[in-house]
T-cell receptor
Framework: AQKVTQAQTEISVVEKEDVTLDCVYE???????LFWYKQPPSGELVFLIR??????QNEISGRYSWNFQKSTSSFNFTITASQVVDSAVYFC?????????????FGTGTRLTIIP | DTEVTQTPKHLVMGMTNKKSLKCEQH?????MYWYKQKAKKPPELMFV???????INESVPSRFSPECPNSSLLNLHLHALQPEDSALYLC??????????????FGNGTRLTVT
């Protein structure tokens, strides 16, 4: 069965510091997708990134970057020069190709607080 | 602003009430979802509709009844709820008919309190 572990329950950093959110996953499938979602206090989950299992290239989008390493089953998320608006709960998620029963498995989330 | 609209934003209901949550999207997405989220927990899948047909029911109690009148609308009918059903109810949609490779687009949620 698929599983996503976000060991960091809460993280607090001072504004402008860099911060990395860890995500470790388990799957028996060779074809799968990994996602990161952000949930600000307003409630909606905002899609940040999708990565398929065959693409191990790291990705950078502005202050956000993602490091996907299949060898360690990790998909970590780094925010550079953090800002107060980055304060939110961040969820890592995994979906496998399981025809007719595809589901998205979320990790337990990391609550990130940026201190001004 | 989110492209998935949920109403109402807040709902307080008694255990004998009947109420409905509504969700609307106009992105042409073919799959729609209901999730339940308790405080400090990840979202839990309840139902999935693909092409307006119920494709996944995660063994949700019958006091929750989903309905998909058309490809843009998703309702969740509530009846005889329990206080432990108090949670944030999130609607989502996706372009693909499975969350396998399509990102989910979420609404702001309805915060439900059962008294």
């Amino acid at each position: 069965a698929q599983k996503v572990t976000q060991a960091q329950t809460e993280i607090s950093v001072v504004e402008k510091e860099d911060v990395t959110l860890d995500c470790v996953y388990e799957t028996r499938d060779t074809t799968y997708y990994l996602f990161w979602y952000k949930q600000p206090p307003s409630g909606e989950l905002v899609f940040l990134i999708r990565r398929n299992s065959f693409d191990e290239q790291n990705e950078i989008s502005g202050r956000y970057s993602w490091n996907f390493q299949k060898s360690t089953s990790s998909f970590n998320f780094t925010i550079t020069a953090s800002q107060v608006v980055d304060s939110a709960v961040y969820f890592c998620a995994l979906s496998e190709r399981n025809f007719g029963n595809e589901k998205l498995t979320f990790g337990t989330g990391t609550r990130l607080t940026i201190i001004p | 602003d989110t492209e998935v609209t949920q109403t109402p934003k807040h709902l307080v209901m008694g255990m004998t009430n009947k109420k409905s949550l509504k969700c609307e999207q106009h992105m042409g997405h073919r799959a729609m979802y209901w999730y339940k989220q308790k405080a400090k927990k990840p979202p839990e899948l309840m139902f999935v509709y693909s092409y307006e047909k119920l494709s996944i029911n995660e063994s949700v109690p019958s006091r929750f009844s989903p309905e998909c009148p058309n490809s843009s609308l998703l309702n969740l009918h509530l009846h005889a709820l329990q206080p432990e059903d108090s949670a944030l109810y999130l609607c989502a949609s996706s372009q693909g008919t499975a969350p396998y490779n399509s990102p989910l687009h979420f609404g702001n949620g309805t915060r439900l309190t059962v008294t």
